[in-house]
């Protein structure tokens, strides 16, 4: 199959913006896509478009991604719309590199959108639900943030994580969003502060939980020789890898690691052909500090047990050997589920093209890593490569 790249990327302010719907927050995200491609993209050139929504409150379900893409003049291009929890932009935008690679379209939108502070706490409590074990888990009681808890108390138990590893990531996530005028909580915190939080599900506090977020993001998606006409630098999607797993903690054998994490990010490698050392920066689901950790170890960044090392070390630092989440991550920049997939791809392609807020020294490979749920769901994994034409 041939190659595909990205041409364009760009998201809407995330945040809690009730003045907003799906519909506005999704045409700015796609006009900051379109702006960021150096020329004129025609509207009749996108062919296809693969849109993801968990559809939070219930506005958003069904026909949405028709009446997005109507919205925002794609007039009669076959649509559709992708729900799978967190990870669902993460699986349109591997729908939409399917369609270029296997030549159903040169040009594809990708992206998604969510409105979750435009309704009620026990709507959004149902609806995040819906992102875990139903039949078992959710029916007894156990929360979003209960089951990441559970996997924290775990790592804690097995590796002696501490409280403080924990906090260290909302640390240096605030002080990458604050520098990121799109994120919704663009503030820095102090270590103290983000340990000494109000707690949410023991041993996770506040500052160790991702926002409820509006908000959306798109990606333009073509061929090599569309992608050529547009730029000297291509954002070559170089690996893809997918997968899913038991979604239920109490059908898995260990709450220390996310099996199709691994199974992603090994798939995604060996499409690249490149390892985890060859990586310059990552984006990674950090929808509960404990996700990044364990995003550290099921994606090779290191050892079982070392994440927190690498975390004190200062490694996932911008100024470390693997910055990751520059962006400001979810705890930061925002969780607008459906958007939050495409919105690491935004990240990525500015990292890539030098003009990210928070900027890494000549990158060349850069990763994203999208869970759904509790990690059983679904995960996406996708590496990029900056490619410079001759």
């Known amino acids: 199959m041939r190659d595909a790249y990205v041409l364009g ?34 509207l009749d050139q996108i062919e296809a478009a693969y849109l993801g929504t968990l559809g939070v409150g219930g506005r958003q379900i069904g026909l949405s991604g028709p009446a997005v893409t109507e919205h925002i003049g794609l007039h009669g291009i076959p649509t559709t719309r992708v729900e799978n929890a967190c990870a669902a932009s993460g699986y349109a935008f591997r729908q ?38 139903t ?14 808890a559970q996997m924290a108390s775990a790592h804690i138990a097995q590796y002696e994580t501490t409280v403080e590893d924990l906090s ?39 500052y160790h939980c991702c926002p409820t977020t509006d908000g959306a993001s798109a990606v333009i ?18 690996g893809m890898g997918a ?14 690691s996310i099996p199709a994490s691994v199974r992603a990010g090994k798939a995604a490698y060996e499409a690249a052909n490149i390892g985890p050392e060859d990586l310059d920066f990552a984006e990674v689901h950090d929808c509960f500090a404990i996700a990044e950790l364990l ?54 392609f500015e990292q890539l093209r030098g003009e990210a807020h928070v900027q890494v020294a000549e990158p060349r490979y850069g990763l994203t890593h999208n869970v759904g749920g509790s990690g059983g769901g679904g995960v996406t994994v996708h590496i990029f490569e900056r490619v410079k034409q001759a």
Not at 222 to 238: G, H, K, N
Request: glycine share 12%; net charge negative.
């Open 135 to 148: 039949e078992w888990e959710r029916t007894s009681g156990t929360t979003f943030a209960g089951v990441y």
């Open 168 to 206: 260290r990531v909302a640390v240096k996530n605030h002080r990458n969003g604050a520098q990121n005028p799109k994120a919704h909580l663009g503030f820095e915190c102090s270590l103290d502060e983000a340990v000494s939080a109000p707690l949410v599900a023991d041993p996770l506090n506040l």
């Open 243 to 256: 997968s899913s797993g038991r979604v239920g903690l109490f059908q898995r054998e260990s709450l220390t």
């Open 96 to 133: 939409a590199v399917t369609a270029v690679r296997a030549g159903l379209a040169d040009v594809a939108l990708a992206g998604g959108y969510e409105m979750m502070t435009d309704t009620s706490s026990d709507q959004t409590r149902w609806w995040l639900g819906v992102s875990g074990e």
């Open 221 to 238: 998606v073509a061929s090599e020789a569309v992608a050529r006409e547009y730029s000297d630098t291509l954002i070559r999607v170089a």
């Open 295 to 348: 995003a550290y170890e099921d994606l090779g960044f290191c050892d079982r047990g070392e994440a927190s090392q690498l975390l004190r070390e200062g490694s996932t630092d911008p100024g470390g050997t693997l910055p990751t989440n520059t962006s400001g991550g979810l705890k930061s920049k925002g969780h607008p589920i459906g958007a939050t997939g495409t919105g690491q791809i935004v990240e990525a």
């Open 9 to 42: 990327a760009g998201q809407s302010p995330f945040g809690s913006l009730p003045e907003e719907t799906y519909l506005t927050l999704f045409d700015e995200a796609f006009d900051a896509a379109l702006a960021s491609i150096n020329g004129d993209v025609a």
